[in-house]
């Protein structure tokens, strides 16, 4: 198994405080892009890897897919999925998403929501994806943006006064891991660049249909003004990819 935060007490509390844990996906800043990016999901069998609280998972079953299993390391994550979002055609496993087995082209649809950052073997994922899907499966994924993970505080430089005056990037062509502190906690992550990301997937024999770097919907600016500061560097980056 791999580092799991996510199943200590304090660190899932604070997890469970977050805006987007409480909303679902209406609480994540690049759902509104994410979402654009899905195929038709009629009869399509979904994997979900780093499916967290379920909320991609009860999103595709309930606009057609016939079957998703949403994949977590987390004990805690999936009791809460199993909670709030256990319904008729999902199935939640616990695993790494390193160490998964599927069948050839068992899927339609492969999705992940901000948990490749967390994988150090970017490579050997892409060609389980390729592997795991139908001729036509559609791969979609988000993750953290390199411009955001490359410098490894991940987080701004303030003045005196403690005003942000820009995020720093340094190391960026540095691939590797960073230890950065998320809620209170010491976490590992792997920084690659977007070059990087791009070419694993050609490799694995993928077509790449779309690269997005979403920004705040007006929505969420006009409901939560320190959303503004997402307009000041990219805080994601949006992949879709076929086979």
């Known amino acids: 198994m791999q580092e799991n935060k996510y199943d200590d007490p304090k660190f899932f509390e604070e997890y469970s405080k977050m805006y987007r844990s409480q909303k679902g996906l209406l609480g994540a800043g690049e759902w509104h892009e994410f979402q654009k990016l899905l195929p038709n999901l009629r009869d399509n069998a979904v ?3 780093g499916c967290g609280y379920g909320w ?21 994550m999936l009791e809460k999925a199993n909670e709030i979002n256990k319904l ?3 199935e939640y496993q616990r695993n790494a998403i390193e160490e998964l087995t599927f069948r050839s082209g068992q899927f339609n ?11 150090k073997d970017f490579d050997a994922l892409c060609r389980n994806i390729y592997n795991w899907l139908q001729p036509g499966g559609q791969f979609l994924f988000s993750i953290e943006h390199p411009v955001f993970t490359a410098q490894g505080n991940q987080d701004w430089i303030y003045n005196k006064d403690g005003d942000k005056l820009y995020w720093p990037v340094d190391n960026y062509f540095l691939m590797g891991d960073r230890e ?11 920084h690659r660049t977007i070059t990087s990301y791009l070419s694993s997937i050609l490799q694995s024999g993928f077509k790449i249909n779309a690269c997005v770097e979403p920004e705040p919907s007006t929505e969420m600016l006009e409901n939560f003004p320190a959303m503004g500061d997402e307009l000041r560097r990219p805080m994601m980056l949006i992949i879709s990819a076929e086979k």
Request: aromatic residues 10%.
């Open 47 to 49: 994997l979900d890897l």
């Open 56 to 76: 991609h998972c009860r999103y595709v079953i309930e606009n057609g897919a016939k079957s998703v299993i949403g994949v977590d390391l987390s004990e805690k």
């Open 88 to 90: 008729e055609g999902i």
């Open 109 to 119: 649809l492969v999705i992940s929501s901000l948990a490749f950052h967390y994988i």
């Open 180 to 190: 950065t502190t998320f809620l209170g906690n010491t976490v590992l992550k792997y």
